[in-house]
């Protein structure tokens, strides 16, 4: 069953104080952007914290762009540009882009500008990370 993530990560933007999202099991099918200031930390429901092998939440989405047209940033299932040192933490969860690569299209899973930043038990995976 596939889920929308929008009402969650909409919580994320308003307000200026840190915000934790907490992600049901599931496969969320959206592309996430985040570049609000304070700390954001999404977190992904599993009974294994410890093993990222067991993690039940996917987000997944299907964006390519020609290398050529320079436009690589528009690509992935998580983008994050965070110019505050607040950080953004991710556990347990799957970050999947569909979109089929080749030697031309970028199609990234996540992208991130950071100076603070952790993924923990989090997964990337673009059509060019080996299964």
């Known amino acids: 069953m596939n889920m929308i993530i929008g009402m969650n990560i909409h919580s994320v933007i ?22 609000r200031s304070r700390k954001v930390t999404l977190i992904g429901e599993t009974d294994f914290p ?3 092998t067991q993690n039940q939440v996917i987000i997944s989405f299907s964006n390519g762009q020609l290398t050529s047209a320079g436009e690589g940033e528009t690509t992935p ?3 994050a540009k965070k110019t ?3 950080g953004l933490a991710l556990y347990n969860i799957n970050f999947h882009n569909t979109y089929p690569q080749t030697k031309i299209t970028a199609a990234l899973a996540a992208d991130f500008y950071s ?12 059509s060019r990370t080996p299964s």
Do not use: H
Request: glycine content about 6%.
């Open 115 to 126: 100076s603070n930043m952790a993924a923990y038990g989090a997964v990337s995976l673009d």
């Open 77 to 79: 299932v998580i983008y």
């Open 50 to 52: 410890n093993d990222y």
């Open 84 to 86: 505050d040192s607040a």
């Open 14 to 35: 308003i307000g200026s104080t840190a915000k934790t999202v907490p992600f049901r099991a599931g496969t969320y099918v959206e592309q996430i952007s985040i570049t």
